[in-house]
């Protein structure tokens, strides 16, 4: 299944869109956010990244290059076969465990909250999970290792809205209650971004 899923920031000040190819648990996305900038903690960027997720669900390979308008950066993370983490910056090389993540966090993007959402299958069957998560930062791209919590709240065939399903995500001391669709894909993110129409759209 292929679509194009487009999202608007909350707070109005940034877009992300994102051409998605689903295949059971499997994904793969090409996508690209431009956000405005509120002074120097908070800089205007771009960025673009290349995903893929295999049929379990496991991120595979990303590729993030984002840009300010003083400076350009890249980063590649892939997950070998013995679950490490191959890190290239474009200036320098590593190697992670990363406690054992296999999802991938990247900052303003509700694109990247659907992988464990689908992984778990949490929008079809109940489920509460405090995972390990490879956070990328926006824009310098450093990435840490944090501690998320996926918990189901209703499914598809429960609710107000059929087809729709609601995850809660906790991080530290935010909360938000995630609406996604039929196939998992994020509809709403509280204080994040919404699916643009909006979250009554269609699936994809």
């Known amino acids: 299944m292929t679509g194009l899923v487009t999202w608007r920031a909350d707070d109005g000040r940034g877009i992300e869109g994102t051409r998605l190819f689903m295949s059971g648990r499997g994904l793969r996305a090409l996508g690209r956010m431009v956000r405005a900038g509120d002074g120097a903690e908070d800089p205007a960027f771009t960025a673009s990244y290349r995903l893929d997720a295999g049929d379990s669900g ?35 090389t590593g190697r992670s465990d ?55 709240v209703s499914m598809l065939t429960e609710g107000e809205w059929p087809g ?4 809660e995500f906790a991080w530290d001391v935010f909360t938000a209650e995630i609406v996604v ?24």
């Open 181 to 204: 669709d039929a196939e998992g894909v994020v509809l709403s993110y509280p204080g994040v971004a919404s699916r643009m129409p909006g979250p009554a759209a269609a699936t994809l």
């Open 98 to 152: 990363f406690k054992g993540a296999v999802d991938v966090d990247l900052a303003f993007s509700p694109m990247l909250n659907t992988l464990p959402i689908r992984r778990l299958d949490l929008h079809r069957s109940p489920g509460d999970h405090m995972i390990a998560v490879a956070f990328v930062s926006l824009p310098d791209l450093t990435v840490e290792v944090v501690e998320q919590r996926y918990r189901t």
């Open 58 to 92: 496991r991120v595979r390979r990303i590729a993030v290059t984002s840009a300010t308008a003083g400076r350009e950066r890249h980063l590649t993370l892939n997950r070998t076969d013995d679950g490490f983490w191959l890190i290239d910056t474009g200036s320098g």
């Open 164 to 167: 729709q399903a609601t995850v």
